[in-house]
């Protein structure tokens, strides 16, 4: 009796090992079935276009390519408050990434030209943007066009 107790138990011990392997593959940060039930997440690569940017609050740039579908050419990206408030020389702000109604990804822009790059974060937002998450450094070359650099994420539901 006693052979056919152990020879079970090391069964159902070996069918956790298995079923432990499996999990810890598929759980791996490399597998494929984990990407399936993990945040979408990637680099992020945006441009934006600032000639009607008044300094002013509500002044706003235009996206001219992203890299993320989620984010289409033509967005804008509406600044709460005016450049210079409340330090001179620096844009310190919250902002709204407008996509379309009812998708807005909400922001904080932190820029001061004499001490490149910037930072930009975004963390949540409405419709598609609900879950979204970003962190970019933001540089320009010519005081007009920007580039967004960084990374991005789309957290699971709860």
Known sequence: MQFKLSARFGIILALLALVAGFAALTL?????VASAASPRSGNLHVTKECSQYTLLAGG????TSSNLKAIDVGSTVVYA????DPVPGVLDTDVVLQVGPGNTAFGHCYLDPAHQPGRCTFNGGTGKFTHFHASVAVSTQDGVNFGWDGTYSFSPRD
């Open 60 to 63: 706003f740039c235009t996206i």
């Open 28 to 32: 791996s940060p490399g597998s494929q």
């Open 81 to 84: 408050k005016a450049f210079g």
